[in-house]
């Protein structure tokens, strides 16, 4: 067959295609509006920085040594600071959820210290009805008592608090430890892969539903043809949503962006092929908008929001999960952009999980010019 032939009827495929785009309102609201929609939700309401965390401390002794504890805790921009001299006060406020841990600072606490006891004890009570926000409290009283005993260090050299560390740390890629830098570039991950599907499998499945699809396979184009004029305006769509969706995560939550341009575009053009094949494969085998747009959130949506590594880690998954993990695009993806945001350029990471990407493609390409037959059942 003539090569300009079927170049041009191609042309007039995605030429069909994009003025389709155009005059409907529906494609536009998922490639610009759903991208706006979760950069504002997730990125402003899904922090993994705690602050001005509740906080009662019960000072049993009020010595100085005691305050000075207390103000570095009041001095921390992780407390909310309540104080109060009777413990059970605080013991019902953490029932009620009012305050997420009490700090009891006991009688004996100056008294042990200045005797040089090996112990001085402080007792640290958690809300363990939220492990996370319990195991971030610990962590963050720690903190600041390490950052204490540092400092009374120095102002008694001769009398060092028993258990002092002396610690020098240095945070790589994300030295702010801003959960931001970290969760942005798995929402545009996440926003990809549900446009990229919605877009194919929602758009697709009304012209079969409208019957108008029917014309479309009287015609002599190939199975080819057909899906390439149908990926081709989508994929140009869905890179242009991935685009504002980047620039708005560097300018609005000044996300670092330290790779190359490039390498961004080359992992998303491959992301962004699979989620359209995928969409096109579940509207060729649904054919029914609402199906499709169910099938798209179970088949696209949950799968990279729990096992592309975006939010929960997946070495700390069961081992069945972590081996399903294996067969999500996106985990390869989320790994690549957020690598590119936060260290830069790693050919290491990005090849073979750019490889992996296009193996993704290909197999998912396959199985939907094998399913799209022209055929009217």
């Known amino acids: 067959m003539n ?41 402003y309401g899904l922090s993994l920085d705690i602050k001005d965390i509740k906080l009662g401390i019960v000072m049993e002794d009020t010595a100085p040594r005691a305050q000075s504890l207390v103000r570095s805790f009041m001095n921390s921009k992780y407390y909310d600071v309540r104080i109060d001299h009777n413990k059970k006060v605080f013991e019902k406020q953490l029932i009620a959820g009012k305050i997420k841990g009490i700090l009891v600072i006991p009688q004996d606490f100056s008294k042990k210290l200045q005797n040089k006891e090996d112990i001085a004890p402080i007792q640290l009570i958690t809300d363990g009805s939220d492990p996370n926000t319990a ?79 029917e014309a479309l396979m009287a015609t002599p184009v190939t199975i080819v043809e057909i899906i390439l004029g149908k990926i081709i305006p989508y994929f140009i769509l869905g890179m242009i949503s991935m685009a504002l969706t980047v620039i708005a995560g560097i300018l609005l939550f000044e996300v670092p962006f330290r790779g190359s341009v490039f390498w961004l575009l080359i992992m998303s053009s491959v992301f962004m092929f699979i989620s359209l094949f995928l969409g096109l494969l579940i509207s060729t085998v649904t054919k029914s908008q609402f199906v499709a747009f169910m099938t798209s959130l179970i088949v696209a949506f949950l799968p990279t929001f729990i096992l592309s590594g975006f939010l929960f880690e997946i070495s700390s998954m069961p081992e069945i999960i972590q081996l399903i993990s294996v067969l999500i695009p996106a985990r390869y993806f989320v790994l690549g952009i957020q690598t590119l945001f936060l260290a830069g350029n790693v050919p290491e990471v990005f090849i073979p999980d750019t490889l992996k990407m296009i193996a993704f493609g290909i197999i998912v390409f396959l199985i939907t010019a094998k399913v799209t037959v022209k055929r009217l059942d």
């Open 135 to 213: 195991n971030l409290i610990q962590n963050y009283t720690r903190g600041v008592w390490q950052n204490w005993l540092i400092q009374e260090s120095y102002n008694r050299p001769q009398n060092q608090p028993i258990g002092q560390i002396n610690m020098i740390s240095r945070v790589w890629f994300n030295s702010e430890l801003k959960s931001a830098n970290f969760i942005i570039p798995g929402i545009i991950a996440i926003v990809m892969a549900l446009v990229g599907t919605l877009l194919t499998s929602l758009v697709l499945a009304r012209e079969w539903e409208r019957g108008t699809m």
């Open 3 to 43: 090569v300009f032939v079927i170049l041009r009827r191609l042309k007039g495929l995605i030429y069909k295609e994009t003025l389709q785009i155009l005059r409907d309102p529906s494609s536009l609201l998922i490639a610009f509006f759903i991208p706006v929609m979760f950069l504002f939700l997730y990125g």
